[in-house]
């Protein structure tokens, strides 16, 4: 069947062959250079380096994945580096039984090893070789045939990899301008068609995922709001938060219930195995062992990531450099510590989840959903297509094209899907064309001061981190113990999304008695007022009767498009120049919804009747010439509200299975398709 890889029962030995012989010359060569830089180590004969490389390669490929099943959890506490030395003692004893190679002693055998490592990992980089695939699918293959953990079955599973962010029309120009090659090669080769679809009012993660994983996202009117029933603010990437709305959201039978594997989600989607979902690191279930099993399966794996991360936080710091020198806008200010946070979303996590995915491939589980959050952070930062965001963006199609190549080696057929949840609209921030925050805006407008939130985007890389923590916690021993201590240190910081506030500070619920008189929220360019201790939605009227210049003050910003309000005659949307009855549809002036497309009357109505709504949600303008919209927040790629790219992600699904004829439009229809591609009969997990 058309976009069917169906599993290959043997290799052929002559591509394993060549691919070994490869790994050995480069070891060779590493080995050449550490001969002629350390004192102390001496390879006799003139092609002593070729065996070398071939005893130090049997070593990792015959006792190395015995012995980190044993280490696992230690790898995974110290981050790899207990395995990584663990390895390297190993390689150092190998060498010290060699009778051809001469060495001062074990210490300089665990130097040895740890440079052939680092240089390896640099060589294998430097030719875009990947020195490891076949080796590295059969160890992990035989590790999770031992757990008995393997489902061998001719029915088809799917695999769904979600780039965040990643707008249809950004995607399409990326295929023809060479920046992702191999989602490009799909549509030519006609296995694969790609499709567009536009989002709810609410364009971002949260909403979207509910929708696309739960068939449900009522009641999640942006990233971030003040809930006045139950007094406190909710943030979608908070794991208690995200817990809480998986709870309402989920009906027990969303895409990933059938024995489904969700990884660096926000929400998990039902499935019984998860990693890195926010939904889901509070829960306890002992086999993040398991979970990280196939990452560290690769003896150097840790070296690699660790130096592509380098690499990352410096082109990130040229990159800056570049954006301030050429003069480029609009842009912002990118820290040092920015270049942390971009390295571990795109090199760390995308590392854990790619091993995490390739291990869930290889143990054939029906259905296999992760979130590659590489571009959007990027271009959250940078922009939407500057250079180094699409660079991100061919790193990301690189790395589905891996995850494509393990297919044949399944014990399934398997069916590949790469889809985004939104898009991103880019443009100076509101406070960089105005001089003032939305936040600031309301304040002098009412009089009040506001709580708030200026977050530095959805994604936000340091969430993950906590996540991953949070998630480890749970363990028992010294695991859990160093987990728990990192988890408790976060939670003292904040409790509303671990991120800070727009002036750097950190941001919190109200934990006293007595509830704040003002909230003012932000979801990219979506705004949202809320009166805590008003009770209920406030209309037109009483807002209008507290604070008489504050609707007027939004509706004739220009920075702002439009404002939604409730009123003693229903909802309104108001703008600069007239009033729509969003019920009635019956408009007084300028329509302000002309210019966010024909569907944007049906996706505010929808929010507007949320239980939830808040008092007061406005969307910033659209300036369509150049396809800008002005972010709340300090982004120059932005998402969560209505205008350009950010409304408009896409699917990239195998040609054979059916896409309806008409616009799909919501994040849960895209739901019921994606259930329908769904084989009807599931294989029985192991016990």
Not at 5 to 15: F, S, T, V
Not at 575 to 580: D, M, T
Request: hydrophobic share 40%; proline share 5%.
């Amino acid at each position: 069947m058309e976009g069917l890889n169906q599993p290959e029962a043997h290799r052929h030995p002559w591509q394993m062959a060549t691919r070994i012989f490869v790994v050995v010359l480069i070891d060779a060569a590493a080995l050449l250079l550490i001969e002629a830089i350390l004192p102390g180590f001496d390879m006799k004969g003139k092609f002593a380096a070729l065996p070398t490389a071939l005893g130090v390669g049997l070593v990792n490929a015959l006792i190395w994945p015995v012995l980190s099943r044993f280490t696992l959890k230690l790898s995974v506490l110290t981050l790899g580096l207990w395995g990584l030395f663990l390895n390297a003692l190993l390689v150092g004893l190998a060498l010290v039984a060699m009778p051809w190679v001469r060495i001062d002693g074990i210490f300089e055998g665990v130097v040895i090893s740890f440079a052939l490592a680092i240089l390896t990992s640099i060589f294998s980089s430097l030719f875009a070789i990947d020195e490891d695939s076949t080796w590295y699918y059969n160890v992990v293959r035989s590790q999770l045939k031992r757990r008995g953990q393997v489902i061998r079955t001719d029915v088809p599973g799917i695999v769904f990899l979600e780039s965040d962010g990643l707008a249809h029309d950004v995607l399409r120009r990326a295929m023809t301008n060479g920046n992702a090659p191999a989602m490009a090669s799909w549509i030519r080769e006609g296995s694969h068609r790609l499709e567009g679809w536009e989002t709810d009012w609410s364009s971002q993660t949260g909403a979207c995922q509910a929708g696309i994983l739960h068939g449900n996202n009522h009641e999640m009117p942006a990233f971030r709001w003040w809930e006045k029933e139950t007094g406190r603010a909710l943030v979608t990437n908070h794991p208690k938060d995200a817990a809480e709305m998986e709870a309402r959201q989920s009906d027990g039978n969303g895409l990933l219930a059938e024995d489904g594997a969700s990884r660096a989600n926000i929400l998990s989607g039902d499935a019984p195995h998860s990693m890195l979902t926010m939904s889901t690191v509070m829960k306890p279930r002992g086999q993040i062992g398991k979970d990280y099993a196939a990452y560290f399966a690769r003896p150097y794996g840790v070296i690699k990531t660790g130096i592509h991360t380098m690499v990352e936080v410096t082109r990130e710091r040229r990159d800056n450099q570049r954006q301030e020198r050429t003069g480029i806008e609009p842009k912002i200010a990118r820290s040092r510590v920015y270049s942390v946070m971009r390295a571990w979303a795109t090199v760390i996590q995308l590392d854990l989840q790619v091993a995490a995915v390739v291990g869930d491939i290889l143990s054939g589980r029906p259905s296999i959903y992760t979130t590659f959050l590489a571009y959007d952070e990027v271009a959250h930062h940078s922009g939407v297509e500057r250079p180094e965001t699409l660079t991100t963006l061919t790193k990301v199609d690189r790395e589905i094209d891996r995850i494509r190549r393990v297919l044949p080696e399944a014990p399934r057929p398997y069916r590949l899907v790469v889809l985004s949840d939104h898009g991103q609209s880019q443009g100076a921030t509101f406070l960089q064309r105005y001089g003032l925050t939305l936040e600031q805006l309301v304040e002098e407008a009412t009089g009040k001061e506001a709580i708030g939130t200026g977050q530095q985007g959805e994604g936000n890389p340091r969430a993950y981190i906590t996540a991953s923590a949070e998630e480890a916690s749970h363990e028992e021993g010294a695991v859990g113990s160093a987990a728990k201590a990192v988890t408790k240190r976060d939670s003292n910081r904040d409790d509303l999304g671990l991120e800070g506030g727009p002036d750097g500070n950190e941001v919190s619920n109200d934990t006293d008695d007595e509830l704040p008189e003002l909230s003012v929220m932000a979801s990219g360019n979506l705004g949202l007022i809320t009166f805590p201790r008003e009770p209920g939605r406030l209309t037109r009227e009483r807002i209008s009767a507290l604070y008489p210049d504050l609707l007027d003050r939004l509706r004739s910003h220009p920075g702002i498009g439009f404002v939604l309000v409730d009123s003693d005659q229903g909802g309104l949307v108001l703008g600069a120049e007239g009033f729509l009855r969003i019920e009635t549809g019956e408009v007084e002036g300028k329509n302000p919804l002309a210019e966010f497309g024909p569907n944007a009357l049906e996706h505010v109505l929808r929010t507007h009747r949320f239980s939830n709504c808040p008092d007061i949600m406005l969307n910033s303008t659209w300036w369509k010439d150049l396809d800008e919209v002005a972010a709340f927040e300090e982004l120059v790629g932005s998402h969560g509200g209505m205008g350009g790219c950010q409304s408009h992600p896409f699917v990239l699904h195998p040609a054979d299975l059916a896409w309806p004829d008409q616009p799909v439009i919501g994040a849960e229809e895209v739901h019921h398709i994606l259930k329908s591609w769904l084989p009807d009969g599931q294989a029985t997990p192991p016990a």
